[in-house]
C-alpha cells in the first residue's frame, strides 16, 4: 500500500467513525428529548427512558474523552433507578394515579446547599488531580447541582425545574464552547423543557 493509498483508507476509517459517532450523538439526543418530555408531563415512563439515554451519553462522553461528564451519567443511572422506584411506590399507593407535587422545605435548602458545595469541592478536586479536565471545578460544581436535581425530581419537588434550568443553560453554553454543537442544541431544547415541566408542575403543587 503506497502512501497516497494509505492516507485515503485512514481519511475513509476517521470518516466512518466520525459518521457513526453523529448518529450515536443523534440516537442520544432523541431518546433524551423522549425522556425530559416524558418527566415532564408526570408520566414514570420518563424514568426507564431515562436510563437509556444517560447511558447513552456515557459512553458518547467517554469517546469524546470527557471522564468527568461520564462518571456524571453513571452516577445518573443509579439515580434515575432511584427516581423510578420512588415514582412506582408513589404510584401504587395513589389510586387516583396523580402527580402530587410538593414545595420543599427551608431545612431541606439549606442542608443541600452545603452538601453541594462540599460534593463540589471533592469532585474539583479529584479532577483536577487525576483528569485533564479543562475546567474541572466547573464541572464538579454541574456534576453536584445536576445529583440534586435528580434527587429533587425524585422526590417531585417543584424546585427541581429551577435547577434544571440553572443547569440546562450552563451546560448548553459549556458543550457549545468546546465544539459539541448538536449536544448543545439538546441542552438548549432541555431549558424549554424545564420551563415546561415547571410550568406543568404547578397545577399540582401542594402548598
Not at 418530555?37 to 427512558?49: E, H, K
Not at 462518571?71 to 412506582?88: A, N
Not at 438548549?188 to 402548598?207: A, E, P, V
Amino acid at each position: 500500500m503506497d502512501s497516497t493509498t494509505s492516507f485515503t483508507y485512514r481519511n475513509r476509517r476517521y470518516l466512518a467513525v466520525d459518521i457513526v459517532v453523529s448518529s450515536f450523538e443523534i440516537l442520544a439526543v432523541t431518546i433524551n428529548l423522549l425522556g425530559i418530555c416524558l418527566t415532564a408531563r408526570g408520566l414514570w415512563l420518563g424514568w426507564p427512558v431515562g436510563i437509556v439515554a444517560v447511558s447513552l451519553y456515557a459512553i458518547l462522553f467517554y469517546q469524546w474523552h470527557l471522564y468527568g461528564d461520564t462518571v456524571l451519567q453513571c452516577i445518573f443511572v443509579i439515580l434515575q433507578i432511584y427516581g423510578w422506584i420512588q415514582w412506582f411506590k408513589t404510584r401504587q399507593s395513589d389510586l387516583s394515579n396523580k402527580i402530587h407535587i410538593q414545595k420543599i422545605s427551608h431545612s431541606v435548602v439549606i442542608i443541600s446547599f452545603l452538601l453541594c458545595v462540599i460534593i463540589s469541592i471533592a469532585i474539583g478536586l479529584i479532577l483536577s488531580w487525576y483528569t485533564n479536565d479543562s475546567i474541572p471545578y466547573i464541572d464538579a460544581m454541574l456534576t453536584s447541582i445536576s445529583i440534586f436535581g435528580s434527587i429533587f425530581t425524585a422526590k417531585k419537588y417543584i424546585e427541581c425545574w429551577y435547577i434544571w434550568i440553572f443547569v440546562d443553560i450552563l451546560y448548553m453554553v459549556l458543550f457549545f464552547l468546546k465544539g459539541f454543537y448538536l449536544t448543545s442544541i439538546l441542552y438548549g431544547l432541555f431549558t424549554i423543557m424545564s420551563f415546561y415541566g415547571l410550568s406543568h408542575w404547578k397545577k399540582y403543587r401542594i402548598n
